[in-house]
């Protein structure tokens, strides 16, 4: 479990047609072919901005990616906040796998804790991007002291992150892909 001198709030990207229309495809990576919010996508962050207004968010991390920079966008401007970009906090490398029907990837990576320690070529791992988030988190926890931070990012990076944090093993945190609680939807935030 780790220790934080700050007060987290994660946050999932807004819907996109990877959501919708392409369900069945995995993302493009990172922005060869941008993804852009839906409609909805947009509504989802803004209703989110609303609710975070309540809990005095001092500073927003973002991912460097479309999707998450348009929703950054939408929260900061409710919130009159600027936003920090960060590399660390884009969505997981499926290296040869992107822009792809999810199936042929899930064939030779299937949702097992082999993905924990197996790694598609020129991709990663989970436990390499747990590893990038972990790194993420204590280097900016370093950096401030009962700051209120809000981290906008995408749903696996997110769920490795409050596993750890939560000192949650890899068995422990693969049981809780299901728990809607744990693993955000689209749009939705919680406190780590």
Known sequence: MLKLRN???ILRHGQTIYQTKKKKFTYPWPDNSPVSLTRIGKVQIGRAA????KENIDLIYSSDIVRTRQTA???AKTLGLRINFDKRLRDINLGIYHNKIGSEFYKYFPF???RFYKRPKRG?????VKKRMVRFIKSIDKKYNNKNILIISHGDPLWL???AVKGLSNEKLL???NDKKFYLSVGKFKKL
Do not use: A, H, P, V
């Open 175 to 177: 049981k809780r892909t």
């Open 161 to 163: 992150l409050l596993g």
């Open 112 to 114: 097992s804790l082999k």
């Open 7 to 9: 007060k987290y709030f």
């Open 73 to 75: 966008n939408i929260i």
């Open 50 to 53: 609303k609710k975070l207004k």
């Open 124 to 128: 990663e791992s989970w436990n390499d």
